[in-house]
């Protein structure tokens, strides 16, 4: 016997992606706005062959797609690259084990949310995105702070050699 993807899948491969796809390919630029797939052809296409309609295609990068187009899951991409970028950042500090450790769970909730959208999670904000908020949010204050201290003590030091040579010269 050959496998049902329908079952395995949920549907997913069978019935909403290959629908929420040729709508993707009708406005692949910027999209057809927020919950598209309810909004637009594909939804009556998913409801013929499921016998309803879910509020999402079960992929975070389908969903933005057809909602908001390749620019908006460009923009979403870029943030994720940023949030890495500044997670590997603080996961190479020195000196302070703290700092090293909230970079590595930013990188862990980042991958964790980048891997989990493929079967089904989101990248919308919901209530269970609270905790990555918040481990991002603290990366990035943290992250900033130590940028900012570091160019202070960089633009201090030409003007403490400039004073230092003033001194030396009176």
């Known amino acids: ?14 019935n909403i992606w290959p629908p929420v796809i040729d709508q993707i390919k009708k406005s692949p630029l910027i999209g057809g706005g927020r919950y598209a797939m309810l909004r637009k052809e594909c939804f009556w296409e998913i409801l013929a062959l499921e016998g309803e309609v879910p509020s999402h295609p079960h992929n975070a990068y389908l969903e933005i797609l057809v909602d908001a187009g390749a620019l908006g899951l460009l923009l979403c991409l ?8 500044i997670s590997g950042s603080l996961m190479r500090v020195r000196g302070n084990p703290t700092v090293a450790l909230l970079g590595v769970v930013s990188l862990i909730a980042s991958v964790g949310l980048l891997t989990a959208a493929i079967p089904g999670a989101g990248f919308y904000p919901s209530e269970s995105f609270v905790p990555y908020l918040v481990v991002w949010g603290a990366a990035l204050r943290v992250y900033s702070e130590r940028r900012a201290r570091a160019m202070a003590v960089n633009t201090s030091a030409p003007a403490l050699e400039h004073t230092l040579a003033e001194a030396s010269h009176r």
């Open 1 to 14: 016997t050959g496998i049902d993807w329908n079952t395995v899948s949920a549907g997913r491969l069978t």
């Open 78 to 85: 870029t943030i994720m690259a940023a949030i890495i970028y």
